[in-house]
């Protein structure tokens, strides 16, 4: 069974830090990673996407990627209070069909 | 707002009631998927939609669940015969390289 595996966390950061957040996976084939946010009882957001090995940048947020390694991750600098959520990682398994398969999340809280 | 409309948002039904859940995808988005949601885990992949063909189901989708994509625009989920384990939330999600989630329809099952 392919899997995603994610710390359920709770992760907690003081506001201004850096959070990181960390995620495998089992397919080595996997070709396409994703970084969503959810809010409580919303749907989740995607923040980021991510293809080739190394950082991706957007903002506050870096996505790397290690595919040796089977290994993604998200970093949040200057953490804000409205970054406290639970943090997704998904990865497309069928490169044709694109499903995602997610971990089950990290509940991240950022102390003001 | 992604672009992505659910409805209804909030659903609750009796044990053994049927129930049916819409979704409207971005206009230019071809694929439309179905994820479930239960508490504490992430979404689930049920089926999906290339156009008006349904390309692949989980075996999660029991033979109480059907979904359609008329004329490939919106999509309906059906569950018949509801059971309790069926409380969830019902993710839509429409797709060009990356995937765009509606807000959910969130069931409960009395």
């Known amino acids: 069974q392919k899997e995603v595996e994610q710390n359920s966390g709770p992760l907690s950061v003081p506001e201004g830090a850096i959070a990181s957040l960390n995620c495998t996976y089992s397919d080595r084939g996997s070709q396409s990673f994703f970084w969503y946010r959810q809010y409580s009882g919303k749907s989740p957001e995607l923040i980021m996407s991510i293809y080739s090995n190394g950082d991706k940048e957007d903002g506050r947020f870096t996505a790397q990627l290690n595919k040796a390694s089977q290994y993604v991750s998200l970093l949040i600098r200057d953490s804000q209070p409205s970054d406290s959520a639970t943090y997704l990682c998904?990865?497309?398994?069928?490169?044709?069909?694109?499903?995602?398969?997610f971990g089950q999340g990290t509940r991240l809280t950022i102390n003001p | 707002d992604t672009g992505v409309s659910q409805d209804p948002r909030h659903k609750i039904t009796k044990r053994g009631q049927n129930v049916t859940f819409r979704c409207d995808p971005i206009?230019?988005?071809?694929?439309l998927y179905w994820y479930r949601q239960t508490l504490g885990q992430g979404p689930e992949f049920l089926t999906y939609?290339?156009?008006?063909?349904?390309?692949?189901k989980s075996r999660l989708l029991s033979d109480r669940f059907s979904a359609e994509r008329p004329k490939g625009s919106f999509s309906t989920l059906e569950i018949q015969r509801t059971e309790q384990g069926d409380s969830a939330m019902y993710l839509c999600?429409?797709?060009?390289?990356?995937?765009?989630f509606g807000p959910g329809t969130r069931l409960l099952v009395l």
């Open positions: 998904a990865v497309n398994e069928d490169q044709g069909a694109q499903k995602l398969v």
């Open positions: 999600a429409s797709s060009g390289r990356t995937q765009y």
């Open positions: 206009s230019e988005h071809n694929r």
């Open positions: 939609f290339q156009n008006e063909a349904q390309l692949e």
